[in-house]
């Protein structure tokens, strides 16, 4: 009996003969063709490829969606929709609490700052790259990267900024360079969002989690001159969702993966950066956890950014636990060791390859002594402000904008202008209570950091405390009004160098140092880590030859996998949840009680319907929003997140327990039309168009 | 010049042309007297050496403090008393802002939960205890030990446990066993204590920082039978303080340190315990500064635990840099394996030490496992509320009180009962709100660290969610009334067990689960470490012989060194700070904001007169509020701190840069005559009597 419970188990839990895991972030470009025909029986055809490229498409602010109809209908995670429904709140208005509807499409609401990207070519640019920068090392490497890539941009935008985006790509960490041209849209409409007691189900306890109860979609709808775009090439909503041990395809913007980084890296990252973004996060997390309990109106204007903290400490929690297994790092010093040897081992590849370790150990020591600072003055730690954000914006734009294109820092070249100025327009509410309580955390944590005989932080708060200086920034920023923001942005470096304004003072007094570190982490951290890390990936392809995938970039990337739970503790997990489970869950207490659409519509709603699954697709982090496809090119699932084992896949991808998490088409049919009841919407789907 | 100048700067720093630092917490009955005798010319004798043991006490809540006065006038440190200021202050009085000054001898007020205790006799027990735990392993010798250190206390307290303390120490990992037994003080009586403002000047961000700016002082009055305490045996007073170079002793009681652990077990303790609590308590941290901000009653109820949790977080962020400096823990690799090497070399080693490193990654392995539901469930983290603490204590007492002294856990053996029920008893003001918010975190992160799917979370919380069930626990416990805890105490088991108390019946109903990972933890975590522990450490004894103290264990210790300063990213850091230096560093903006009293006094103060000086001697927390003695045994300094490399002292003594921060005594003569005009307690300082 024993053989055949185990069978049992093993076949509820969708787990199938394959012991391999499906492992793979690939390009659209170089598609593993072969290994799924021999795994799946399935070969993706040319026009197959073709058409979930231009299906699928990338959130700028860090999400995936794909186009589910013809006239520009894109689905993506609820998650992915914060920030808009954030900005459109107020004025008594919940969209994250209450969800969203248009009902028409003249109520379709336009985000204030988001763009979707549609992938439309990939060229190779490698050697291109190589001619501009051989020869070159440091300081003069970052800046002819910077420059060829720049030229190849500006001419792939050919002037039409609004209407392309380009990004030179860095993959395999410096073995191939490609170009990559989207299509941009920046009019971008809300449709329809759930309430976020569905979207977020379980909230942060459940999140990383499964079994799992949510409906993480939400609706947009891409504009062109006013009207809705048209995308004839689209994803067909499966109404029925797929089936346990069924082949699926994930197309998405992995954001980025650390597979290929040394051990030496890993552990400097862990102890300059990891450590101690994980106490500075979840101190602030306290901050706002506090300061949420207030009020309604405190609770909106923290839920944002509470969200991504809560999701970030998961995700940090879960790499540490990977980097902190002695296991994991053996494995890595071991690998690092072989690969040492192997170039030892040879004059040619010693003189070919160096000892990129001990350029390596160099920049992590450097790193350990500018990572605070940098954090605190550069990357603006030390200044948790939505108006100081916007006056460092405005004061390097200034700057930036009068070089020449390829002399400007990345974030200001033409490419992203487009971006930055929607951002400095942005109407979203501002809610001046909040900014003051992470400004004055903020700056106490600059003075705590740096140390309160620091020359900066003198500089910065005077004879003020944080409280003081917090309060005095922002009672004399005019920042807040966006129509004085366009004025500043419209009025370039003389506005900026004429403003009284505090907070575009202190921007730009303490711009001058911010570029200097900037500039100092770059030459003698950025540049020979990735210098090195391009040696160590070059000496391991030529020691092992092609056939991987590159390290995630947030580009474009393809994944193969199937539905299949795991084992956990020795104990199956299903490969699937229905709606029974959902309303087993409900307690009635954040975060788990549903809105009252649902507990309305319980007994109009068939229990069986499956609602969330798995799959051993390779996902991480910036695939939420992705669609999950099926081998006839329809949309079977919305991605939405990883299981906690998952995490560990910034690091090394185990197919044995790593899975991506979706919500089930079939859920969200019935749901659209049960609980929402949104003939509009469900037509559009059913029909493929308006 | 350069010579010069480098001379000159050497000794403006104080820097004395010995290499090597002072290294070492000593038993008072095993000193390094020659070493101290070659190196300073200076052999403590026995009426020295008597003098300084009866003259030092430890406050048992984790301090260390010294008589000053043949009436019980003890000096400790003002953050040693916070807990006692807190709790009385309230109805309108502020005694952490605005300070307390008895003008009479009446009006010393009693502190609710302070003991103080005055070693009075060390015995060595080695034999006893070696013979009584011969041949045991695992819980069973967790059971040896407890059952022998429970009957020699118990002789040792001979039925007073109101005058005698005793407890078992086990020093150098098991290698001496030593009975300390302690004249206990539990009436204590404030003296004076100066505002925080001046007592914390500088605040978190000067914490464990130099240059200093602290009068960190608080005087109290031991009390026997309601009148002041006979001391014949105390530190004069010092009215000038010491000079740079000159040979100084501390006597007080270093909590712990980790010198002799292994590698294996410190990276264990830093990825199961030292990570997460880094976490968590910063959490914490965010928590309570948002609440703080709401006003000064939410001020006053969270500084006593925002102080504890900022000091914390330095000490682990200190412990972290130790830790993952990759020399260190290079260091400790080669020490371990020399070893290892050196036992396994010889058949009779082997047979004799065995291979404890194996012990302990088995162990550590179940640590990893454990380690979360021990601090939730049992350590108690999962529920951070005031009331909880009490319902605990009176749900474990009552059912300890029932076992035979030797079976109790150690908190509820006879020699712990007077203090548990001072604490039961103790009228400290309760902050409803504040305990609420503590609690509702607290819950919501026991639920987030053992998932929502953990049978002990739904336990807890039923279908409630972490704010509600806090609420609920709140609004129905009568605990915070001092008389209803005192009748559950006296009311036994038979009263827990017939208590309808929401926080009892939690308290209760969680107790089995909470004493089995107890359980669970000590079996498979603590006893087989301490068991390697002890072997390793026996080992390297064999190998090294004597000579050497033992790791500190919260048991008085004495360390010599001398004044001086050390050198910070190579320029040197000079040994004392003045009153001129404290006026300058003053901005009006706290933590640095002087107190109104300061202000008032400047023109009458010497702005020459010293204010805080550093020492080499050896420290570790539970060091505060310890004399500084000179070669006369008077006080000329009070230890309040170590600066910032002091933190890695846990692990390593490193002298080139550790180092002990103290209040001047000549500070305190003129602040005690300028500042506050208190002419009773000068006379008896002056007079060493009142």
């Not at 969203?100 to 979707?116: G, L, S």
């Not at 971008?188 to 189900?201: C, D, M, N, S, T």
């Not at 903290?309 to 072989?338: C, I, M």
């Not at 019935?670 to 509009?680: E, F, G, S």
Request: some cysteine; overall charge negative; charged content about 20%.
């Amino acid at each position: 009996m024993k053989y055949l419970t185990g069978g049992m188990l093993a076949l509820l839990a969708g787990i199938s003969g394959t012991a391999m895991g499906d492992e793979g972030m690939w390009t659209l470009d170089h598609l593993p063709v072969q290994q799924i025909q021999q795994r799946y029986g399935f070969t993706p055809s040319a026009q197959w490829i073709d058409l979930v490229q231009h299906a699928s498409v990338r959130l700028a602010e860090g999400c995936s969606g794909s186009f589910v109809s013809a006239n520009g209908l894109v689905m993506t995670n609820h998650h992915c929709a914060n920030g808009c429904l954030s900005q459109l709140s107020g004025k008594g208005r919940n969209y994250m609490d209450d969800g969203f509807v248009a009902d028409r499409r003249e109520d379709e609401a336009k985000c204030p700052t988001m763009e979707i990207n549609q992938l439309d070519a990939i060229t190779d640019v490698t050697a291109r790259v190589n001619a501009a920068t051989a020869g070159t090392h440091g300081a003069a490497r970052m800046a002819a990267i910077r420059a060829i890539d720049s030229r190849i941009e500006q001419e792939c935008i050919a002037g039409h900024a609004s209407q392309w985006r380009c990004d030179v790509v860095s993959l395999y960490h410096g073995g191939r360079y490609a170009l990559y041209r989207y299509r941009r849209y920046q009019d971008v409409r809300l449709v329809f969002a759930p309430e976020q007691g569905i979207a977020f189900f379980g909230g942060d306890p459940d999140n990383f989690n499964f079994p799992r109860y949510d409906m993480d979609v939400t609706f947009f709808r891409a504009y062109v001159d006013g009207k809705p775009a048209s995308t004839p090439k689209f994803l067909k909503f499966s109404p029925q969702g797929p089936k346990a041990g069924q082949l699926t395809f994930v197309v998405g913007n992995p954001g980025s993966t650390q597979r290929e980084t040394p051990w030496t890296a890993l552990q400097a990252m862990r102890d300059n950066q990891l450590i101690p973004a994980w106490g500075r996060l979840s101190e602030m997390r306290g901050v706002l956890w506090d300061y949420s309990r207030r009020g309604s109106q405190q609770a909106t204007a923290a839920d944002d950014t509470l969200f991504g903290l809560d999701n970030s400490l998961k995700v940090y929690g879960g790499w540490l636990e990977t980097l902190n297994d002695p296991a994991f790092a053996h494995r890595k010093q071991v690998q690092d060791q072989d690969l040492r040897e192997w170039i030892a081992a040879d004059a040619g590849r010693r003189q070919r390859f160096g000892d990129p370790w001990a350029t390596l150990q160099q920049a992590e020591d450097r790193s350990h002594e500018l990572a605070t600072p940098y954090s605190v003055i550069e990357a603006g730690s030390g200044f948790a402000s939505s108006l100081f954000k916007q006056a460092r914006t405005l004061v390097r734009a200034a700057a930036e904008r009068q070089k020449p294109d390829a002399e400007r820092l990345p974030a200001y070249r033409d490419a992203n202008l487009p971006a930055l100025q929607q951002a400095v327009a942005s109407t979203a509410a501002y809610d001046r209570d909040y900014d003051e309580t992470t400004l004055a955390w903020s700056l106490e944590k600059m003075r705590q950091r740096l140390g309160s005989d620091a020359p900066f932080v003198h500089e910065v708060l005077g004879r003020q405390s944080p409280e003081q200086k917090a309060q005095a920034l922002l009672t004399g920023s005019r920042l807040s009004d966006p129509a004085y923001r366009e004025k500043l942005w419209q009025g370039g470096a003389a506005a900026i160098a004429a403003s009284t304004d505090p907070m575009i003072v202190l921007a730009r007094q303490i711009d001058p140092q911010a570029r200097a570190l900037r500039k100092q982490y770059e030459d003698e951290v950025v540049a020979p880590v990735t210098q090195a890390s391009e040696a160590i990936a070059q000496a391991r392809f030529a020691r092992d030859g092609a056939n991987s995938y590159p390290d995630a970039t947030f580009s474009p990337r393809l994944s193969f996998g199937k539905v299949v739970g795991w084992n956990e503790a020795g104990k199956p997990v299903a490969p699937f949840t229905d709606i029974a489970g959902l309303y087993r869950r409900a307690t009635g207490a954040a975060p788990y009680q549903l809105p009252d659409s649902w507990l309305k519509a319980r007994a109009a709603l068939d229990p069986a319907t499956p609602m969330d699954f798995v799959t051993d697709n390779d996902i991480i982090g910036g695939n939420s929003g992705s669609p999950v496809i099926d081998q006839n090119g329809h949309a079977v699932g919305l991605i939405f997140d990883g299981n906690i084992h998952s995490l560990g896949g910034n690091f090394q991808y185990d197919g044995r327990q790593n899975r991506a998490v979706a919500v089930d088409t079939a859920l969200l049919e019935q749901a659209i039309d049960k609980v929402y009841h949104l003939p509009r919407l469900a037509r559009e789907l059913d029909n493929g168009k308006l």
